[in-house]
């Protein structure tokens, strides 16, 4: 082992993005700068307490994505020159966001070590590239997502820093499974590349029954395709759902992970998926071909999943609630009961009747998973889900992907347990149908409006906000629009106080709520790399049986027509309709 040494290299400041737990998120070129990734990377270290630091056991790894693999070895040398005594690759730079979760707070080192902390490199559901995004966040030893008295530390220390330190190391070899040691004055120093995937299949394994899924995965009745978008979604896909579950490989659609993600935009919506959203028939035109039974994709880090049955969209905020409602009798894992359940404001009411009907433990949070977190790690929180297609449980502290195809076969495999031999199969549309049967539907939709100039869209949010200080003013414009809307009953911008840590979260959202349970809310998302990201949220309650199965669209019309005359978003935003409709 070859004695290194630790210089501090002379930088300036940068006025960076405050990053929130989605991290840092740039354009590539952005990052490319001098000592501006280096930067981050020294203020986090800074940020963090000395025990975090000094003969820790630090995670790097992330989505795959372009410049990844040139930020593991800035990051691997930076943490040898920071004292941390071993560092936890998976092999390629992969793991996804949920994976490395499970690795802090599953993986034991083969000399004890257990991790406390990971840079995660990812942008999520942005697209990747020469070109594109690049992100990094800080996860803590809980597997979570940095608190906030962490990220304002670290966004401190970015616009003060005058030095980093960094170790003389060669690069590391990441493509092959082993450890590469190192001697430096504090002592040793390790790299350890490990496989991707074992540690999070055996968690897997551990949460479902794979015995049942597997029935459902053969049977001839029941067809399967899941599409990774390209993302690191790929890198467990095959070793899940073909090696474990008996899938046939070739429904598995674009499962090689690819630092551009095939040139496509890794975000598992309608609009994005486009080659799974036409297998399942959901497309334009259509084909004569069969569509499966079950249809699934994954966003580039694989925390967000979309879930479609046979010509049959799920929307997330139905998704996190069928899953609350079967996983004592679907999912082994929660057979002695839910702690409760959560959603983020945005999300449908529906989570909230299913908790009602079953006597759960509920809470509404801002978005952002560590306010999940705080709540798992108090134990009172077992499934939580978010609209944005994020949904999850207290195994792990991130929204989970894969967790969340598994949790739907999983309710699949329970409804057809009886009847694979015979009989006529329970399908996904079934189950949806069944549910709002039970718990009433909550015709939901959300639009997005990207990149919009960022000045405009803080003037529409102030807007708004200065239109609820008269709910006369509103309801005059709301009847103006649609006569047959309901009245406004309360507006409001969403604030959360932490049951927990007792912290207070202000200005999370802007909330129109109405007489009959409709809602539209406003939200900027901190999502994308430049400009802004306005969100409008619209959602209509429905508890007769017998107007449950209208089209959404159709059924939203009334309430779309008031949001977008509400708030005067053509005016505001030059847009004439938005991104993306999910």
Known sequence: MALFNVSPVETTPFDGQKPGTSGLRKKVKVFKQPNYLENFVQSTFTALTPQKVRGATLVVSGDGRYFSKDAIQIIIKMAAGSGVRRVWV?????????????????????????????????????????????????????????????????????????????????????????????????????????????????????????????????????????????????????????????AQESSLLNCVPKEDFGGGHPDPNLTYAKELVSR??????????????????????????????KRFFVTPSDSVSIIAANAVEAIPYFSAGLKGVARSMPTSSGLDVVAKNLNLKFFEV???????????????????????????????????????????????????????????????????????ATYGRHYYTRYDYENVDSGAAKELMAYLVKLQSSLSEVNEIVSGIRSDVSKVVHADEFEYKDPIDGSISKHQGIRYLFEDGSRLIFRLSGTGSEGATIRLYIEQYEKDPSKTGRDSQDALAPLVAVALGLSKMQQFTARSAPTVIT
Request: glycine content about 12%; charged content about 20%.
């Open 90 to 246: 998976g092999q390629n730079g992969l793991l996804s966001t949920p994976a490395v979760s499970a690795v802090i707070r599953e993986r034991v080192g083969v000399d004890g070590s257990r991790a406390t902390g990971a840079f995660i490199l990812t942008a999520s559901h942005n697209p990747g590239g020469p070109n594109e995004d690049f992100g990094i966040k800080y996860n803590m030893e809980n597997g979570g997502p940095a608190p906030e008295g962490i990220t304002d530390q670290i966004y401190e220390n970015t616009k003060t820093i005058k030095e980093y330190l960094t170790a003389d190391l060669p690069d590391v070899d990441i493509t092959a499974i082993g450890v590469t040691s190192f001697s430096g004055h504090d002592g040793q120093f390790d790299v350890e590349v490990f496989d991707s995937a074992s540690d999070y299949v055996k968690l897997m394994k551990s949460i479902f029954d794979f015995e049942s899924i597997q029935k459902l995965l053969t049977s001839p009745k029941f067809t399967f395709c899941y599409d990774a978008l390209h993302g690191v979604a790929g890198a467990y896909a095959k070793r899940i759902f073909v090696e474990e579950l008996g």
């Open 280 to 309: 399942m028939g959901l497309g334009k035109s259509n084909s004569e071909v069969e569509p499966p039974e079950f249809g699934a994709a994954a966003d580039g880090d694989a925390d967000r999943n979309m879930i479609l049955g």
């Open 366 to 436: 801002p978005t952002g998973w560590k306010f999940f977190g705080n709540l798992m790690d108090a134990g009172l929180c077992s499934i939580c889900g978010e609209e944005s297609f994020g949904t999850g449980s207290d195994h792990i502290r991130e929204k989970d992907g894969i967790w969340a195809v598994l949790a739907w076969l999983s309710i699949v495999a329970y409804k057809n347990k009886e009847n694979l031999g015979g009989g006529e199969l329970v399908t996904v549309e079934d189950i949806v149908r069944n549910h709002w």
